[in-house]
């Protein structure tokens, strides 16, 4: 045996061995199976970013004008920005994502070029199947570009996957990255296929036109906007939900009601208002639990999940995310009884406050604009008070404070009555009013987390990235840039009447209210779901770059972009929090600066680039060393890259 | 005629260019004896001057080659080179010369050529066969009286005459004549002389030697006497360090043996501390591992599988010489353990056992159930905006304390009758807080989490020699707990060691080790032990456990550990077969196989009886992992002595493949029960399974040369090529040579004996290249897909499972060997007749091609990448001092010292330079225009050219600011309490460049003293054990974690307030522009051991058929003293116990 051990041993294929239980590249794109599972990691990429408590869609949305960051015991990056929005700052906590989001794109950037460079392995049969799955690598690599220039402007740009230890990275032109990312996305609308010849989840043409829209308005390119727009919309293949699509008298549950917890078969009724309304277009559109947002047509794309199966991804945590924080609270009682008792049991078996209204922690907090002003029944007349009709709106579909009752034993007499925010005196009995105490569209955050029925986080669903609605609204603004208004009036009122909203735009309004006014449907319709930081981002650089004047009086220019732009001005008219310089529960207080269009990279990825100076986002610590971006040459889209930096000889 | 053999004889002239002589003098020696000859012609003509008075002969010797040029020959046992002689002539013929010195009652000379042959005289020879001969017999034994077999007895003046003792220790030797005095001599044993006369019947006693030069150390594929020894190798005897305690791990037994070798410390029951030799070498911290050899063998196993009581010896090859024999793996250092093996013929019986109690030792405790009240109350204030912490008396003052007015203003009208639970409650106090403290009732965290462990261990093995087989057979038995509740391990642990002589030229024999280790069910969580309630309880007023407590996010701690079924154990084989060929000429021949079986299993079902996991509807885990891998290693020995002239030559081939195959099973939502737990998995409704499966091979061709002239001279030279499948393409094999020397310098003539102070001076040297592996996985130079799944749907709206997979490592198919050139320089000494004796050796050693995972920017979208960059330098020195400070009869107190400095050094990480840049980003030239280029730091790995590899570069915290600092704190957004952090270039801006490097994080001196102090038959010892040199963080001083502000309880530290301004703690939720951390040094010293033996008087035991019979009892940790870690160990600020232990060992 030792002789046949030695022999053995003595060849040259000893020390050869190969991985048994991992797969290599070599092995795994030799069909379009293995190019297609990297597309999908790109996918579900997508779909991290939106789905999770403190997830990167939520930082992105307190960085803007509807929502701030509500966790208020913690000195959070984006509270008080002068002093804490630093490249220094390196905690990673839901309110301090800007690190998450680069690093997190420029792994999907790889997985995109994974594909893109590898497209011409496998032997394929036909051009079609080819070029629809590299033109849903264009998309991948399309999107995170987009939210990468949205959010740090100029930007270190691949296009190959790296395979060396590169530390030689360099900042190119944002608007050199679009040139490259628009030329490959109208090659990949003449490929990708139709959703409707695609499960649910996956990249439809739709939506490549959608990004493409985008990219079309970003650049101003109105007209090509509008009309990717009416392509989507004559399609056929989406249509939006409506009262048509809801059974006549039928209801819906939002919030514990009629769930059988327990397997005993007695569904759970827990005190307070009703968690049953009438069913409508709108909380039909969000209802989830049992699947229901893939079985409408209004979705582009969306994202696919489910409790409790294989391929099941993490729970969506929307109402620990999105809602009052009105339960937990060390067990000092975040709400008061008028006697002064605490208010809530926060015991995650008996509180059932917490497990009907969903255990909200408070972390997005919406500001005074998209809590009260924008639900006004009249925008032109305040005096007219809110819309109750709006499906958006209506008690029911949305959380409203005095819905929550008292249910902690102490609360005496007080038990099973509504929460009051002032006793009688008119003493405050709501320790922290900013994270603790504000409505919001419950129907669209609240889905049934099985996981602790007691202590609603809000589980596994299914969620929307684009849907049919929001391209009504990008062909308003398509329409509104291009001086036509009326047609902008239009397109927000197909998305008002499937709300029943009361009030109906008109030309005026737009030609009056400018952005502002789809700025403000937007907020209504697409709360939570739109990445409204980026959006806003995207309107003040094409202010900056048309030069049209906006709705506040003002032009802009690109190059003062970190000194004087729209987004600045938007958030300080519209958040409260910012221009009142609120503080918090410890101290600290809300500021801003018009350089925080653009978020800070923090400094060690840029002290990990060693061999060339990558550029720090202008305004920040740092930026004293940046040297002129890099402007990308064009490479036509269909066939793997080179890399840009390679292109221009460095 | 007598037949002489060459190697009985020496050269006595040291010259080089008498070195060939050893050869021509073989052949003019035969050619003599042949003819018989005279005295050469040659001889008379040369005449010489010579006075010397009073010499020693061999000084005598080396005047008069120094004189002629003539060469001494002789046989350095049958001449008296101390005889002193003097003699004074003038040009006078070299045999008149030698007449008058030599002694020619004893010996007689003839000279050949330029040779000098000194030979016993004829008369002597036959005067002695004249004499009457007498018989001699007798016992030698050591001095526990247990029989010597295979002692050498033989005439001083003839060695040639002489016999071995038999296995019970007897012999029978005829000598010449009264007059012989008889030698005896053992390996490991002080030689003795008696004179005969007359007498018919000696026994003998032989004492161990005092400084083990004639011990046998394992040098890797082969073993050397300590006293050849060119590297730096210690070697520790389990007997000694069982004399001073009795340890019940193989990391006890080593923590306090060796010079700069590091054992760490392990609070869990399995008790396997990490250990390094002279430091860190490489960047990866899983790459500074020693590597574990047993009997021979490379163990890549668990030290805990390892039975300390099978333990003969453990050898440390520390520099690179002694482990370069071990190449590819050998860059930590190598530890070879010996086992027992059987001896003598009478069968040896011993029987331990042990019992040990884990006692609390040092532990950072949470605030009592008053304390907590005043910390809670100044959190309150703290985190209200509405005081500035300077109040009289706030909303959260205990109102007890108030009346008039202030209580009034306090109530704001709540009742007074109330006023406890209303202060409870605006403590954050809860409701069941608040009623237990109403009723006077609190809990003690500690005593659902900690508990007084208890330990035990039982061992027993049977050794002995029967014919021509010997054996070691033993067993062991251990059950140990640690201070956490829960915490258990059992082993069970066997071996046999069996060697039988086939013939003359046959040994066949095989070392196995079986160990059946478990380690027990789930311990109870006591990470977070100190945010629990005193006011809260883990069990509700019908005795159930809690789900959650008060608190943020806090779970109940025993939850887990109660709803959990848990089955954790291994089954480990390790057999190794060799046989062996002697050859005649010291030729050995050496073929081992190894094998290396385990089994692994871990079975886990989390029960949905717990609350918090009620919605998994439980949960099961089914691992299996296995392992099988084999080693062949054939060896080669060739061992020859030309009279001073020894050689031991060694050649190795060696092929190893490691395998390993693990199944994972999980499900979760067992229906419809879950009474079944991990038993039926097929219940659940949500299976997942996986696997990895592993392969890795090596091969290895080694050879290595020691010579050594006489006991002044060696030297050892080895070389070796590796073969390794864990690397890339291209480089998968490496080459490791070393060379090293040793000069004895006692044994030189001018020292040897003149001086009565210096008793043992051994110079050594030795420099060598290593490698190592150890850092890296088993495919890390090839790319990987990593795989998952998430959810597709039909538009009908079922759900389907995609697979998504993305490239996770780049591919480097040029990741090579890590190497580590080395150079030591040694000095063993000892004086005063072995009362101070030990060892210093000097090291420094550079390790380049570190294997690192090199971070990658994230732009690449890649996290880092396995390569080979940078270089290491670690210096330091070890010093090993070992003093008899008395000894008397029945008095001796023996103390041995250990200090280790390790100094660590990265010189280079990427080797790659980049262009300086100015603060404004603009290139720096050199006056002729070229860009100065530098290498950059590693500063998101921490690591910078020329710091230590574990330096803190942090922001310095110059303590807090006081009050009266309010306006200088508020430049930097901070408040009085806040930590002052130093703004080193005072631009009023806290970033990158005010860090600055504050310490190191391990420590640069190690020092341990054992003292050993035997009084008659009881013995006593203590172990000191310090570290020193390094700091740690200590975050707590910033009393503003979350745990802290969010619980109702936190550690019992200090923290700022206005009245109490501390300057090291912070005040409650102090902030800091940027994160940093609090350090503390982390130095200390500690009574590591303290023990007493009795052992009981062989008057007692032998009547009972015992040899050998000791009481033990031990103290560990004692005590620590700290210099600024003054909360918990600096161990472990929670569990490292202090243990009482006993134990009773027998031996028949």
Redesign the interface.
């Known amino acids: ?2 002789v046949a ?2 022999l ?2 003595c060849s040259d294929d ?4 190969n ?8 092995n ?1 794109f030799v069909d379009a199976k ?1 190019l297609k ?2 597309v ?2 790109g ?2 990429g997508i ?1 991290f970013e939106i789905n999770r408590d403190g997830g990167q869609a939520m930082f992105d949305n307190i960085t803007s004008d509807v929502m701030v960051a509500g966790t208020t ?3 959070y990056m984006w509270q008080d920005c002068n ?2 929005a ?1 490249p ?4 990673n906590k839901e309110g301090v994502r800007n690190m998450q989001w ?2 997190e794109t ?6 995109a ?2 594909v893109i460079d590898n497209i011409n392995v496998p032997k394929w049969e036909s051009d079609k199947e080819r070029n629809h799955l590299l033109g849903t690598a264009y998309f991948i690599r399309a999107y995170f570009y987009y939210m990468q220039t949205m959010h740090f402007g100029n930007s ?1 740009f ?1 296009l190959t ?7 030689d ?1 360099q900042t190119f032109t944002m608007e050199s990255i679009w040139k490259q990312m628009i030329t490959d996305l109208e090659w990949a609308e003449k490929w990708v296929k139709p959703a ?1 010849e695609l ?4 990249v439809g043409n739709s939506a490549v036109r959608m990004l493409l829209t985008k990219y079309y308005l970003l650049t101003n390119q109105f007209k090509k906007a509008e009309d990717e727009c009416d392509v989507i919309i004559n399609s056929g293949v989406h249509h939006l939900v409506t009262d048509a699509d809801v059974n006549p008298g039928s209801t819906i549950d939002i919030g514990m009601g009629s769930y059988d917890l327990n397997g005993d078969g007695i569904k759970e009724v827990f005190g307070g208002r009703s968690v049953t309304v009438s069913a409508d277009a709108v909380n039909t559109l969000h209802s989830d639990y049992g ?1 229901g947002r ?2 409408n047509s209004e979705a582009i794309l969306v994202f ?3 409790n ?6 993490r729970r969506a945590k929307s109402m620990r995310s999105y809602g009052p924080n009105f339960g ?1 609270g ?4 975040r709400v008061k009884t008028p006697d ?3 208010g809530i049991n926060d ?3 008996k509180g059932e406050q917490m497990a009907k209204w969903g255990r909200g922690q408070g972390q997005n907090r919406p500001t005074n604009y998209s809590q009260y002003y924008i639900w006004n029944k009249n925008p032109n007349d305040p005096s007219q008070g809110v819309d109750t009709v709006d499906y958006r709106h209506k008690r029911g579909n949305w959380l409203y404070m005095n819905d929550v009752v008292y249910d ?3 609360a005496g007499d007080w038990y099973g009555k509504p929460l009051r925010l002032y006793n009688d005196k008119g003493d405050l009995l709501c320790q922290d009013t900013i994270r603790n105490w504000f409505g919001y569209p419950l129907y669209k955050f609240w889905v049934l987390d ?4 007691r202590r609603q986080d809000g589980g596994e669903a ?1 969620l929307y990235l684009y849907r049919l609605a929001e391209v009504y609204l990008l062909r308003a603004e398509a329409r509104f840039w291009q001086g036509d208004y009326q047609g902008a009036a239009d397109d927000i009122n197909v998305i008002r009447n499937r709300a029943h909203a009361i009030y109906q735009y008109t030309a005026y309004d737009v030609q009056r209210d400018g952005i502002g006014a789809i700025l403000d449907e937007r907020a209504r319709e697409l709360y939570g779901e739109e990445f409204r930081g980026s959006e806003l981002t995207r309107i003040a650089l094409m202010f900056a770059t048309n030069g049209k004047t906006a709705y506040n009086g003002k032009t802009y220019n690109i190059d003062d972009i970190s000194k004087d732009n729209f987004w600045y001005d938007r958030v300080m008219e519209k958040n409260d929090f910012f221009r009142e310089h609120t ?1 918090t ?3 600290e207080v809300f500021t801003l600066s018009p350089y925080h269009i653009f978020w800070p990279i923090n ?3 840029i ?5 060339a ?2 550029n720090q986002t202008p305004g920040y ?1 740092g930026d ?4 002129p971006p890099l402007v990308h040459k064009v490479q036509p889209a269909g066939q793997p890259n080179v890399d840009p930096m390679e292109a221009l000889g460095m | 005629m007598k037949k002489l053999s060459i190697n009985r004889y020496s050269l006595k002239n040291q010259g080089v260019h008498k070195f060939l002589l050893v050869m021509k003098l073989t052949l003019m020696l035969t050619l003599f004896f042949a003819i018989n000859a005279a005295s050469a012609v040659y001889s008379q003509k040369t005449r010489l001057t010579l006075n010397l008075k009073s010499v020693t002969l061999e000084k005598a010797f080396d005047a008069i080659e120094k004189e002629t040029g003539y060469s001494f020959f002789y046989h350095l046992d049958r001449i008296d080179l101390d005889k002193r002689v003097s003699i004074n002539v003038k040009d006078k013929p070299i045999t008149e010369v030698l007449d008058k010195i030599l002694d020619f009652s004893r010996v007689d000379y003839r000279i050949i050529d330029k040779s000098i042959i000194i030979m016993q005289a004829k008369e002597v020879l036959e005067r002695n066969a004249q004499q009457k001969s007498i018989t001699v017999t007798g016992k030698v034994v050591d001095k526990s009286g247990e029989p010597i077999a295979g002692a050498n007895v033989y005439e001083k003046d003839d060695p040639t005459h002489g016999v071995i003792t038999s296995s019970d220790g007897t012999y029978s030797i005829i000598v010449k004549s009264p007059d012989v005095i008889l030698v005896y001599s053992f390996v490991g044993f002080e030689p003795q002389e008696l004179h005969v006369a007359n007498r018919k019947l000696i026994d003998v006693t032989l004492l161990e030697s005092a400084i083990y030069l004639d011990e046998v150390v394992s040098i890797g594929y082969g073993t050397s006497k300590k006293k050849d020894l060119t590297g730096a190798i210690a070697n520790v005897k389990a007997d000694d360090i069982e004399k001073i305690y009795k340890p019940s791990s193989v990391g006890d037994l080593l923590r306090s043996a060796v010079s700069g070798l590091r054992v760490s410390y392990s609070t869990d029951a399995k008790n396997t501390p990490d250990f390094s030799i002279r430091g860190d070498n490489s960047l990866t911290a899983n790459g500074n591992v020693p590597l574990i050899v047993i009997d021979g063998v490379i163990y890549n196993g668990d030290l805990a599988d390892i039975n300390v009581n099978d333990i003969e010896s453990v050898d440390i090859l520390k520099d690179a010489s002694s482990a370069s024999i071990y190449g590819s793996r050998a860059t930590n250092g190598v530890v070879v353990f010996t086992t027992k093996k059987g001896r003598t013929n009478k069968a040896t019986i011993r029987a331990r056992a042990k019992y040990s109690i884990l006692t609390k030792s040092r532990r950072l405790e949470p605030w009592d159930k008053n304390e907590v009240l005043t910390w809670k109350e100044d959190v309150m204030v703290a985190l209200d905006g509405n005081y500035n912490g300077t109040e009289e008396y706030t909303r959260y003052t205990d109102p007890r304390t108030l009346s008039g007015n202030e209580l009034d203003n306090w109530l704001e009208g709540t009742d007074q009758s109330e006023m406890v639970p209303t202060w409870l409650g605006r403590l954050g106090f809860g409701n069941k807080e608040i009623d237990n403290y109403m009723a006077g009732k609190s809990t003690n965290w500690a005593n659902y989490l900690f508990h007084t462990g208890q330990s035990q261990s039982y061992d027993l093995s049977i050794s002995g020699k029967e014919n021509s087989v010997t054996y070691y057979w033993s067993v062991n038995y251990q059950d140990n707990q640690s201070l956490r509740i829960g915490d258990n391990f059992k082993n069970f642990n066997s071996r046999i060691n069996i060697d039988a002589s086939i013939g003359k030229h046959f040994n066949i024999g095989m070392n196995t080790q079986f160990v059946y280790q478990n380690e027990g069910g789930e311990p109870v969580k006591d990470d977070y032990y100190t945010v629990y309630s005193l006011y809260d309880s883990p069990y509700d007023d019908e005795g159930n456990l809690v789900a959650a407590l008060a608190g943020s996010n806090v779970v109940n701690p025993l939850l887990a550990s109660e709803y959990t079924d848990r089955k954790f154990d291994h089954y480990k084989f390790f057999p190794s077969a060799y046989v062996k060929l002697s050859l005649p000429l010291g030729i050995t021949f050496t073929s081992r196989f190894t094998q290396r079986i385990e089994f692994d299993r871990f079975f886990e079902f989390k029960s949905p009886e717990n609350p918090v996991w009620e919605s998994w509807n439980g949960q099961g885990t089914r691992n299996h992992y296995q392992i099988y891998e084999w080693q062949s290693d054939n060896i080669f020995n060739w061992n020859q002595n030309f009279g001073q002239h020894r050689f031991d030559i060694t050649g190795l081939w060696n092929a190893e493949r490691f395998q390993s195959w693990e199944t994972n099973a999980f499900n979760q939502g067992f229906e419809p029960t879950a009474v079944l737990g991990y038993h039926d998995m097929s219940l659940g409704v949500n299976p997942l399974v996986g696997s990895n499966d592993v392969a890795a091979t090596r091969t290895a061709l080694m050879g290595r040369i020691n010579y050594s002239y006489g006991y002044r001279y060696n030297f050892s030279a080895s070389y070796r090529r590796d073969g390794s499948s864990r690397f890339g393409e291209n480089q998968k094999h490496a080459n490791f040579p070393s060379i090293s020397a040793g000069w004895t310098i006692t044994e030189e003539a001018f020292l040897k004996d003149k001086t009565d102070w210096l008793s043992y001076l051994k110079l050594r040297i030795s420099w060598g290249i290593n490698g190592n592996s150890s850092g890296i996985g088993y495919y890390d130079s090839m790319a990987r897909m990593e795989s998952s799944k998430y959810l597709n749907a039909t538009w009908s709206g079922s759900y389907f499972s995609v697979p998504y997979m993305f490239i996770s490592q780049m591919a480097n198919s040029n990741l090579a060997w890590e190497k580590a050139q080395s150079l030591n320089f040694g000095l063993d000494y000892a004086f005063f007749n072995d009362r101070i004796r030990g060892a210093l050796d000097v090291y420094s050693s550079a390790t380049s091609d570190l294997l690192l995972y090199k971070k990658l920017p994230v732009i690449t979208g890649f996290e880092g990448v396995m390569t080979n960059v940078g270089n290491v330098k670690n210096k330091g020195f070890e010093l090993s001092l070992n003093t008899t400070n008395i000894k008397t009869a029945s008095l001796k107190w023996i103390t041995n010292i250990n200090v280790s400095y390790n100094k660590n050094e990265i010189t280079s990480l990427t080797g790659e330079k980049v262009a300086k840049r100015d603060a404004d980003g603009n290139i720096i030239t050199d006056e002729n225009g070229n860009p100065v280029m530098y290498e950059p730091d590693d500063i998101s790995s921490g690591w910078f050219i020329g710091e230590d590899k574990s330096v803190v570069w942090d922001y310095k915290a110059l303590g807090t600011w006081s009050l009266d600092e309010a306006e200088e704190a508020a430049k930097y957004h901070q408040k009085p309490g806040d930590f002052h952090l130093e703004d080193k270039n005072g631009d009023g801006i806290l970033n990158i460049d005010d860090k600055q490097f504050l310490g190191t994080r391990i420590p640069k001196w190690f020092v341990t003293m054992t003292n050993n102090i035997t009084f008659k038959s009881f013995d006593f010892g203590i172990v000191f054990l310090g570290k020193f040199g390094y700091i740690a963080p200590f975050n707590e001083a910033q009393n503003n974690s979350q745990g802290y502000i969010k619980n109702n309880n936190t550690a019992a530290i200090p923290y700022w307030t206005a009245d109490n301004q501390v300057k090291d703690y912070g005040r409650i939720q102090s902030t800091a522009d940027v994160p940093f951390s609090i350090y503390r040094s982390k130095s200390y010293v500690r009574i590591q051991n303290l023990a007493l033996g009795y052992n009981f008087p062989k008057s007692i035991l032998s009547p009972i058929g015992c040899s050998n019979a000791r009481l033990s009892f031990n103290i560990d940790n004692l005590v620590v003293c700290t210099q600024e870690w003054d909360y918990g160990d600096p161990e472990s600020y929670r569990e490292l116990p202090r243990t009482y232990s006993f134990s009773i060992d027998v031996s028949f």
């Open positions: 045996m030792l051990l030695m053995d041993a000893f020390l050869n061995e991985p048994k239980s991992f797969l290599s590249p070599e795994t293995g599972a990297v999908d990691a996918l579900q779909m015991d913690k000195n002093k804490n630093t220094q700052n390196a905690k680069y690093y420029y792994k999907n950037i790889k997985n070029n994974t270190a691949v996957v790296i395979s060396s230890a590169r530390n990275f409707n499960p649910k989840g996956q699947g893939l079985l696919v999940n489910a409790n199966l294989d391929g099941t991804q937990n060390s067990g000092a009682g002064g008792n605490n015991k995650s078996r902690n034993a102490s099985l996981h602790d029925t299914s503080p529960i410890i101290g400094e060690t990825f002290n990990a680039n060693v061999g100076v990558l610590l004293e060393r940046n040297i």
